[in-house]
């Protein structure tokens, strides 16, 4: 018991320091872990340099986030570094003769990523579908196609609409994981509470906490 009381007191002994001192870069540099949340693991790395690396994992998504920070006042802002790529790139398009339109994705290595939704436009309207083990959505019996969208539920992404060639019907996209992956904070304001930043970015009414380690 006596242990905790003391592991407390420092705690408070070191966040009323920082309050006194003021925030600084190099007083708010380091490595800080969130607490208090079910399901979720999630830490922030502030290194000295002004750069920062971000990762969070819940359920089957884990997102990361590399950029540039600096202190405001008595907040942390955080900018990302954006992806260099899309996250899925068209690398080819064939006017191939069969009775139905597929749409292929694939990683950079040629691997097929199934369960990803696929909406095709065409001349007739909109259809959805799945890409399968091979990585192949197949709409039967269309044609002229005018777009496309790429959606994938696990992280809420998808790749807007992107322009199709009429006469095409072999299409093939290749997705960028990081792309995806990647957490887009554009001025993106921590408080600094004590040895704790509180941030905003997933829930704008709850802030989630992260404590800086020792």
């Known amino acids: 018991m006596s242990r905790l009381r003391t592991s407390s007191v420092a705690g408070v002994l070191a966040a009323l320091i920082l309050v006194a001192q003021g925030a600084t870069p190099e007083r708010v540099a380091g490595r800080y872990v969130l607490e208090g949340e079910h399901e979720v693991g999630s830490e922030l790395v502030l290194q000295r340099g002004g750069q920062f690396a971000y990762m969070l994992s819940y359920g089957a998504a884990d997102y990361t986030a590399r950029g540039k920070w600096h202190v405001a006042g ?3 802002v955080l900018d990302t570094r954006p ?36 909406v095709l436009t065409t001349e007739k309207g909109d259809a959805s579908a799945t890409t399968d083990r091979d990585g192949m959505a ?4 269309a044609s002229a196609a ?34 995806i992956a990647t957490v887009p904070f554009h001025g993106e304001m921590l408080k600094i509470e004590g040895d704790t930043l ?12 992260y404590r800086r380690q020792k």
Do not use: C, Q
């Open 74 to 76: 008595e907040t942390v």
């Open 83 to 118: 992806p260099t790529e899309p996250p899925f790139k068209l690398v080819r398009s064939l006017p191939l003769h069969t009775p139905d339109i597929r749409v292929w994705v694939t990683t950079k290595k040629g691997t097929p990523v199934p369960r990803l939704e696929v």
């Open 138 to 141: 197949i709409f039967p019996a």
């Open 146 to 179: 005018k777009s496309v969208i790429i959606r994938m539920p696990v992280y809420n992404k998808d790749s807007g609409a992107i322009a199709l060639k009429e006469l095409d019907t072999d299409i093939t996209f290749v997705m960028n994981p990081e792309a």
């Open 198 to 209: 509180e941030m905003l970015y997933w829930d704008k009414t709850k802030p989630m906490v």
